[in-house]
């Protein structure tokens, strides 16, 4: 058993420091380390230099512009730019559409629309929730029904993450009502700027814009932006949350933070002696940094599998319930370390326009915050319970 | 036996919470949480003229109630409420301490329930220390026989609103000695003042305050020069009392809200609640909030029994911060994305009932309280 990087791969890891030394924005990374939203901007701006290095989409096949990383390539790059404070790259393009469409699409959508991934022309968001439909995501109802050259799509959209900013959005959308709820889901791309498509902000709990509701009515869509088949979409929406759930370890991200939190610790006094010297917060501290060890090598478990070409299959579960967890321990054990401090919640301190009293330490601004928010972790992207219906009935057959 | 509250207080209780129900409305309350002065004037009056400050308030002060088990059953109907106008620092703390006061200090709770006068305390020094003598901040006496204090409080609730201050001040011994604290009382907008406010995530106002050799007179003192451990101490005690209490009302109404969705929200042709996966967590809280009840009940019934109060007060605000954080925690899961919104009420009920753990000790401190105790 080898759990190290050959060689090359430990190359390749140079590279990847030495170009986050060069390019990342000191800026941007606090934003990124204290949790705040970057702005559009922000986000085009490293896609912009990401591309320019050709690391936008690296896992994508060379013919595409990619650089056909492998699972450890790809591994070795999003830890990097976790442990560095890199903006994530934002995945519904690249890391999300752009496999259904090489997988799934046809030569003239891989033609037109993976180059303006890579160049920015096109921000992409997902459209799969609905009010009705969230974990039973099968049972969604917007429609589309074909008249003439275009669809005709009625519905409601929902959780849409940065719709706000995006300008296209890849859809399910219900086409038939024969069989199966499954069996009659089609996926279509959409423009965000067609009649009959509004977008209303959803706040979350923290104060924050994230997420939108989508409404459509009498949207026109070209009957060519239907990607594969009529009523095939559920198979193209699973192949895509395979996509989705993977990456969900973000080992390198809690380790940043774990280093944070234990650095905060040492820095405080509880009843005059270093906090992180307390018994029972030091008791939580390193059963956080103990599970993190552990996923760190599960993480690394499952990738070598797929590296020897076995394919992740609910092992992606595994990773995603650890990870968000892990993620939200450190969130809450961060909180609690702050003691009264914990109460403030001034996101905008991190903003150049800030002129509010000084806060220290500056992670108090948004730490409260950033618990609250983090909760999304075991709801999104297929909750938690879900991953165990998916662990049960997969791995267990129960 | 009869662990049942009295049919005066239940009747309290039934009525405020039928008040809050249709007459302070969470969306009207984020409003004013959010705003510059971090609760609602006009909120605070309405609720004063119903006699909520009365009934935390002993007879000899001109109120009706105060104690433990009124104390008890208003926080939980407060709670209820997510009511975010100063009951706690201002209504409770404050008057318990001023009542030990002089005859001009005694009109302050009259001035109080007046509303001409909003006093707030200001005790905290430290984030992370939660110790009730951690005092640093010095008061000297000068040539005239009045007071010097200079020092700093940290996370204060509503002091950017109030019109006087009580404070904690070392006048001997060491940062943390219980001996030698004494309280003064002055109005907020005493020279050499500074208050710094911040948003408080759940919702109102928190401020750092630089004391910067601010004048006190000795008839400002509260109680005995040095002799305000005591006196701050007990009024902690209720405050924690109080506090645990509304935490109980939050639970009680976030499990209501989560019952409802797991009866109403339908997922793959049913309700949710139907999944036994879902029962058994929503059964866990049930049993759990129980047990804060319990801890609660415990606290106020020995409430007045010297040898008891610190440990079933640290053993409350123990069972309250784990209990609590659990169900903030698993009731926004259970709801799922709706849960994270800011247009539904129960995110604002759990980032309250999370928050209450960083107020007047953590369960870390009150675990280690108790252990010292015993």
Known sequence: MDLNFTEKQQEFQKEVRDFLDKNLDTKVSEKVRNGISISKSESEDWHKKLNNKGWLAGPWPEEFGGQDWGVVEKFIFEEECGASGAPRIVPFGVGMLAPVLMKFGSDEQRKHWLPRMLNGEDWWCQGYSEPGSGSDLASLKTTAVKENDCYIVNGQKTWTTFAQHANMIFCLVRTSNEGKPQEGISFLLMDMNSPGIEVRPIITLDGSHEVNEIFFSDVKVPLENLVGEENKGWTYAKYLLTHERTGNANVAISKRKIKKLRRLASETKKNGTALVNDPLFASRLAQIEINLQNLEITNLRTLSSVENGEAPGAESSIIKILGSEIEQDIDNLTRKSLGKRAFINEPDAFSVGYNGPEIEPKAAATASGKYFNHRKKSIYAGSNEIQKNIISKMMLNL | ?374
């Open chain 2, 1 to 374: 036996m009869d662990l049942k509250p009295s049919p005066e207080r239940q009747i309290l209780f039934d009525t405020l919470t039928k008040y809050f129900e249709n007459e302070y409305k969470i969306a009207d309350r984020n409003t004013a949480a959010h705003s510059e002065l971090g609760y609602s004037k006009e909120a605070w009056e309405r609720m004063r003229d119903l006699g909520i400050l009365e009934s935390l308030i002993v007879p000899e002060l001109n109120g009706f109630g105060g104690t433990p088990l009124d104390i008890s059953a208003v926080f939980e109907a407060l709670g209820r409420g997510l009511v975010v106008e100063p009951f706690l620092e201002t209504g409770l703390v404050s008057t318990k301490i001023l009542s030990k006061g002089n005859e001009s200090q005694k009109k302050l709770v009259a001035d109080l329930l007046e509303n001409i006068a909003l006093p707030t305390f200001c005790h905290s020094e430290n984030d992370t220390d939660y110790r009730k003598s951690y005092v640093k901040t010095k008061l000297v006496p000068d040539k005239e026989g009045n007071f010097l204090v200079t020092g700093e409080k940290v996370m204060i609730k509503n002091a950017s609103g109030a019109s006087h201050l009580i404070i904690t001040c070392r006048s001997s011994g060491d940062y943390a000695d219980e001996k030698g604290i004494t309280i003064a009382c002055i109005p907020s907008n005493r020279s050499g003042v500074d208050i710094k406010s911040f948003s408080s995530i759940d919702g109102g106002r928190v401020s750092d305050i630089r004391l910067e050799n601010v004048a006190v007179l000795k008839t400002e003192i509260i109680g005995n020069d040095g002799k305000g451990f005591e006196i701050i101490s007990e009024a902690i005690d209720f405050g924690i009392l109080a506090i645990c209490s509304e935490a109980l009302g939050i639970m009680e109404k976030i499990k209501e809200l989560t019952l409802d969705y797991l009866k109403t929200r339908k997922q793959f042709g049913v309700p949710i609640g139907k999944f036994q996966a879902l029962q058994h967590r929503m059964a866990q809280l049930l049993v759990e909030i129980e047990q804060a009840r319990s801890a609660v009940v415990n606290a106020t019934i020995n409430f007045f029994d010297s040898n008891e109060r610190s440990s079933v007060i640290s053993a409350a605000k123990f069972s309250i911060g784990k209990i609590g954080m659990l169900v903030a925690e698993e009731s926004i899961q259970l709801h799922g994305g709706m849960g994270m919104t800011w247009e539904y009420d129960l995110g604002h009920y759990a980032k309250r009932l999370v928050l209450i753990d960083h107020e007047f000790g953590d369960e870390d401190f009150h675990l280690q309280k108790y252990i010292e105790l015993q």
